[in-house]
């Protein structure tokens, strides 16, 4: 397998999926670059992390009252940037030859959900 050059200034985390993923697949530049992302995503996960845990839980809001937060919503925002980033690199399941695309996966979903709805209707299920 085709390792590709490990990104400067990975965080311990990103590292290990660096190295998970680089070891176990091979990638094309596409996918290297969504893999690049993913673990400064990651990063930027753990560096919020952090900063929660050593900073207030609630701040004040602009007039005064408690409201949580600001990096909560934006660790939300990082995780599902995260799952977007892994998912768009379509790499195959244990088992499976070739990773499917997300619009491959919602296509096979909705084949499923008409094909056991057919079933039912003819009442075979």
Not at 61 to 68: F, H, L
């Given at each position: 397998?085709?390792?590709?050059?490990?990104?400067?200034?990975?965080?311990?985390?990103?590292?290990?999926?660096?190295?998970?993923?680089?070891?176990?697949?091979?990638?094309g530049?596409?996918?290297?670059?969504?893999?690049?992302?993913?673990?400064?995503?990651?990063?930027?996960?753990?560096?919020?992390?952090?900063?929660?845990?050593?900073?207030?839980?609630?701040?004040?809001?602009?007039?005064?009252?408690?409201k949580?937060?600001?990096?909560?919503?934006?660790?939300?925002?990082?995780?599902?940037?995260?799952?977007?980033?892994?998912?768009?690199?379509?790499?195959?399941?244990?088992?499976?030859?070739?990773?499917?695309?997300?619009?491959?996966?919602?296509?096979?979903?909705?084949a499923?959900?008409?094909w056991?709805?057919?079933?039912?209707?003819?009442?075979?299920?």
């Amino acid at each position: 397998m085709g390792i590709s050059e490990t990104p400067d200034g990975l965080g311990e985390a990103s590292l290990s999926l660096w190295q998970e993923v680089q070891g176990t697949f091979e990638l094309g530049p596409g996918e290297t670059a969504l893999l690049v992302e993913a673990c400064r995503t990651v990063d930027e996960l753990e560096a919020m992390g952090l900063a929660l845990a050593a900073g207030p839980a609630l701040v004040q809001g602009s007039t005064g009252q408690p409201k949580a937060s600001p990096l909560f919503a934006e660790a939300r925002a990082h995780r599902l940037v995260l799952g977007k980033l892994l998912e768009q690199m379509a790499l195959p399941d244990e088992g499976e030859d070739v990773g499917r695309t997300p619009n491959q996966e919602r296509a096979s979903k909705a084949a499923n959900v008409r094909w056991d709805l057919e079933r039912r209707r003819r009442g075979t299920a």
